[in-house]
């Protein structure tokens, strides 16, 4: 499966990394057999100063502005990510085109692109919270833009267009969409076609975390290559999460164990190394993309803030997982049943620390594979071959979070332990 359709994605925040460093780190990214780096918002920002309120699409964040070059234009990265697609990794940016900032030039050189209030006031995004209506949060920093029937909807469409075609021109080759859900389904196709004309293998991401299943269905026509998957929030008991991957199994989707809106998973565990493989084990096991965060291989603990971190705020790493995290993408890249979104059946069994959820794919139409996680941290788990099949005789078993092959087209033994907080892929033969 090519890189395109299997992607690994390293997330170089920008504002942890300076700009001259940013192709050292994509060749860490690839020595780790990641084969995508995903940038956040590197334009120039509003008053806020957060990534994603974006005041000029085209001029360059000022801190990203390279050392003793006073050009802000964004073609002054294009020598950097020509240098980090020569070291084999392709390029992802975000694309944030729901809202802009409260003092972008463009409120006032084109008022109708955006919505107002009664009152004639711009309109500022807002999310509700879902349990209780009356709590509202409203980024002040933000305009709304109206994409849906603005009485300009042509030249706004026009303007996202051609700022695409730009982003291809400058090198890169994937966008991460802020917020799909948040703008009109028919937007993305147009923009989609856009982006094939000037290359036609780029990649769309839909960032759809928050997002009510209804708003999904409506974005699964519009033509995204990938999804948010929610498995990161998952305790291996509810059903929720099997619900959600049963219904939209048709599209492929990106699992991680954190990202830069959430804590850092190592300052939630106490800094657990155990932890912090299994999420990751896990993550690429369950989906058909796997995404992970600058640090997370150190055990950074400190929360990536769009507005406030800086190289600063580098941390001496906890523990190192390099070899740890290159082995589970180096498996994920090379063992098709691992490869597409696949199918999942939750298996019965009687022990409660252990989940056992049978894996099928399109890619390895000839193999049944096993994903089975001990949720308990300290104790080792036991079970028996035939609870999960009689019918399987020989099988190859991967400790994912261990990066071990217990055995390999052998006859398996009738009992396999399963470590504490360990991910096994059993597969057959």
């Known amino acids: 499966m090519n890189d395109f359709h299997l992607p690994l994605i390293y997330n170089l925040f920008p504002r942890l990394v300076r700009v001259e460093d940013w192709a050292t780190h994509a060749a860490h990214a690839a020595s780790l057999k990641f084969n995508w780096l995903y940038l956040n918002p590197i334009t120039c920002p509003g008053q806020s100063k957060s990534l994603y309120s974006t005041k000029d699409y085209y001029r360059l964040n000022p801190a990203f502005v390279p050392s003793g070059d006073g050009d802000d234009a964004l073609e002054v990265l294009k020598p950097t990510i020509g240098n980090i697609t020569d070291q084999g990794i392709h390029t992802m940016i975000d694309l944030v085109i729901n809202h802009v900032a409260i003092d972008s030039p463009l409120l006032y050189e084109h008022p109708q692109w955006f919505h ?220 098709p049943l691992l490869h597409g979104e696949g199918s999942f059946r939750r298996v019965p069994i009687y022990q409660t620390d252990l989940l056992v959820l049978e894996r099928t794919t399109v890619h390895a139409p000839n193999q049944i594979g096993w994903v089975i996680v001990n949720k308990h941290a300290h104790h080792p788990q036991y079970f028996l071959l035939s609870q999960i099949s009689e019918e399987v005789q020989q099988v190859q078993l991967f400790d994912v979070t261990r990066c071990e092959v217990n055995f390999g087209g052998q006859p398996c033994p009738q009992e396999v332990e399963v470590p504490p907080s360990a991910v096994l892929l059993l597969v057959s033969c």
Not at 239 to 255: M, T, Y
Not at 261 to 269: E, G, H, K, S, V
Request: negative net charge; aromatic residues 14%; hydrophobic residues 40%.
């Open 116 to 335: 107002c209030e009664g009152d004639g006031s711009v309109r500022h995004p807002c999310t509700v919270h879902p349990d209780d209506p009356s709590k509202k949060t409203v980024w002040l920093d933000l305009a709304e833009v109206n994409n849906q029937d603005s009485s300009e909807r042509a030249s706004l469409w026009d303007f996202w267009g051609q700022l695409v075609t730009h982003y291809l021109d400058l090198g890169f080759e994937g966008f991460r969409c802020d917020a799909a859900y948040q703008v009109p389904a028919d937007l993305w196709p147009y923009l989609m076609d856009v982006g094939k004309k000037k290359n036609p293998k780029v990649i769309f991401w839909a960032e759809n975390l928050g997002c009510t299943v209804l708003q999904t269905r409506a974005l699964r026509l519009a033509g995204f290559q990938f999804f948010c998957n929610s498995s990161k929030w998952w305790n291996f008991d509810d059903g929720w999460c099997l619900d959600q991957h049963r219904e939209f199994e048709d599209l492929n989707s990106v699992s991680f164990p954190e990202t830069h809106d959430t804590n850092r998973l190592a300052y939630d565990t106490g800094a657990s190394e155990a932890l912090q493989r299994l999420r990751y084990a896990f993550a690429a096991v369950f989906s058909a993309g796997l995404m992970m965060p600058i640090g997370y291989e150190y055990g950074f603990r400190k929360r990536l803030d769009v507005v406030a971190t800086q190289p600063s705020d580098w941390e001496e790493p906890l523990y190192d997982l390099c070899d740890f995290i290159t082995a589970v993408n180096m498996l994920k890249r090379k063992h």
